[in-house]
């Protein structure tokens, strides 16, 4: 995670915890809402992930499709590539100190 520029990560703290909480085997599900009023929206056990961070995984090619539920929910996994974002992103955030850490949390 340190090889790219804090700015092009959106929200680097949190796209962080989403990879870690995703590990191998947790999808993330997408929700169309076009029809409802409420647009897309991507949960993680329940969760609400943010737009953004959605939206720069998927663009990124961190994430794919791997089907959907039987009530039509999109599910989406890890790529190897994003698992390596995410093997990559916790061994930087380990080798933040505390202040680091706070810094990365309340600036992005």
């Known amino acids: 995670m340190n090889s790219s ?4 990560i959106p929200h680097r703290a949190q796209t962080l915890e989403v ?13 169309l809402g076009d ?4 647009g897309t929206r991507w949960l993680l ?3 609400e992930i943010l737009p953004g961070i959605a939206k720069y995984l998927i663009q990124k090619g961190f994430i794919v499709e791997s ?3 039987e009530f039509g929910v ?7 590539s ?15 100190g505390f202040f680091e850490r706070l810094r990365v949390r309340i600036l992005g």
Do not use: F, H, S
Not at 35 to 38: K, Q
């Open 45 to 47: 056990d329940g969760q």
């Open 19 to 31: 990879l870690r909480l995703m590990g191998k085997n947790r999808p993330i599900l997408m929700l």
């Open 5 to 8: 520029p804090p700015n092009l």
């Open 67 to 69: 089907g959907a539920t």
């Open 82 to 96: 994003g698992d390596r974002l995410r093997q990559d992103g916790v061994r930087w955030w380990m080798g933040l």
């Open 74 to 80: 999109r599910k989406l996994v890890l790529t190897d």
């Open 35 to 38: 029809e409802d009023g409420y």
